[in-house]
């Protein structure tokens, strides 16, 4: 496994901690519109980074910006509970699914449908993780029950789901583009391992 990213691998780190930092950051998420990137983020740092120290990286800048958004921005710390951790295993699960994706990708449009499939049920799996950690072991639920915890779970799923996958749509015409319009040449990080 490399460690660190190949020097086609570097511009794509910075551009998706761009990307996180403007999104997840509040503020400037706020101004500028925009709905959290964090979870299509970790999908598609699997897709380009993975077998590289990425995935630590982009957990260490989401939590500093969750600490920054609530020490030093008046951001509420209402979702900080100790079920916070289980992001680790919940963005992981983002992360795995992007490699996943990385061993069927071609440079087709069959792709698609592959993608569609693996970063979907990624996506359910990440939120599930952590949406049932939340209402769980979070604290904030007075009686929790497994009806609760269904309709808890089916009243924000759509959304967060829905905002990530948008943004895997947006990145995948993002790729397109660079594939077909500026022969960038993608190499899956499983071709790069040594």
């Not at 509970?81 to 440079?107: D, E, I, K, N």
Request: proline fraction near 4%; charge should be positive.
């Amino acid at each position: 496994m490399k460690f660190l990213p190949t020097k086609k691998q570097w511009p794509v780190l910075i551009l998706l901690m761009v990307l996180m930092l403007v999104t997840r950051y509040h503020p400037w998420g706020e101004v500028l519109h925009v709905k959290d990137a964090s979870m299509a983020v970790f999908f598609a740092a699997g897709f380009y980074l993975g077998g590289t120290f990425a995935l630590p990286l982009l957990l260490l800048q989401a939590g500093l910006i969750d600490y920054v958004s609530i020490t030093q921005s008046g951001i509420s710390d209402y979702c900080v509970t100790p079920a916070y951790s289980m992001l680790v295993v919940a963005y992981a699960v983002l992360w795995y699914g992007g490699l996943l994706f990385s061993r069927y990708y071609r440079q087709s449009v069959s792709t698609l449908l592959p993608l569609a499939g693996v970063a979907l049920a990624s996506n359910l799996v990440s939120f599930w993780i952590s949406n049932g950690s939340f209402y769980w072991f979070g604290g904030r639920v007075g009686e929790a029950t497994f009806a609760g915890y269904i309709e808890n779970f089916l009243k924000y799923m759509p959304w967060f789901v829905t905002v990530s996958m948008l943004w895997i749509i947006t990145m995948a015409a993002a790729h397109a583009v660079a594939v077909w319009g500026f022969g960038y040449r993608y190499e899956s990080p499983r071709q790069n391992r040594a």
